[in-house]
C-alpha cells in the first residue's frame, strides 16, 4: 500500500472501492488464483 504511494489506509480503500467497484477484500476474494 505504502509502496504504491498511498500514505493513509481509509484513502487507499476508498480509491480502491472507487475504482473498482468493491473493497480491496472483497476484489482478493473473487480474484484469487
Given at each position: 500500500m505504502y509502496q504504491s504511494g498511498f500514505?493513509?489506509?481509509?484513502?487507499?480503500?476508498?480509491?480502491?472501492?472507487k475504482r473498482m467497484g468493491v473493497a480491496p477484500k472483497d476484489y482478493r476474494l473473487h480474484n484469487k488464483k
Open positions: 500514505m493513509n489506509r481509509s484513502h487507499f480503500y476508498k480509491e480502491c472501492t
